[in-house]
């Protein structure tokens, strides 16, 4: 059974920073692409930020370049969202998921339908 935990949101001013962690469990994860995703109150979800399965290849949306930074351990089957100069548009459910089949990766070609585990969803909130 494959589980998906994602943890460190919070609540941080404006300018700031947080680093979301996600773990992934029942699957061998270093053959498995991966994606951090959002959604904001009333919005649909976004992809944020992807990373190919051996950390070779990253990709973001515009509105997030040079600001975070996506990568992974996977000796530690982690996932990190390194998130800088936040500001309260980034406020969301921040989601991390994992490709449902291992080795492929479509960066931001991506079809939602590509993930296949998803976690619960850290709340990141950024004030003004």
């Known amino acids: 059974q494959v589980q998906v935990v994602e943890s460190g949101g919070g609540l941080v001013q404006a300018g700031g920073s947080l680093r979301l962690s996600c773990t992934a469990s029942g699957l061998t994860f270093d053959e498995y692409s991966m994606g951090w995703f959002r959604q904001a109150p009333g919005k649909e979800r976004e992809g944020v930020s992807f990373?190919?399965?051996?950390?070779?290849?990253?990709n973001y949306v515009d509105s997030v370049k040079g600001r975070f930074t996506i990568s992974r351990d996977n000796a530690k089957n982690t996932l990190y969202l390194q998130m800088n100069s936040l500001e309260p548009e980034d406020t969301a459910m921040y989601y991390c998921?994992?490709?449902?089949?291992?080795?492929?990766?479509?960066?931001?070609?991506?079809?939602?339908?590509?993930?296949?585990?998803w976690g619960q969803g850290t709340q990141v909130t950024v004030s003004s």
């Open positions: 990373i190919h399965w051996s950390g070779s290849n990253t």
């Open positions: 998921a994992a490709y449902s089949v291992p080795q492929r990766y479509y960066g931001l070609l991506y079809n939602p339908s590509d993930f296949g585990y």
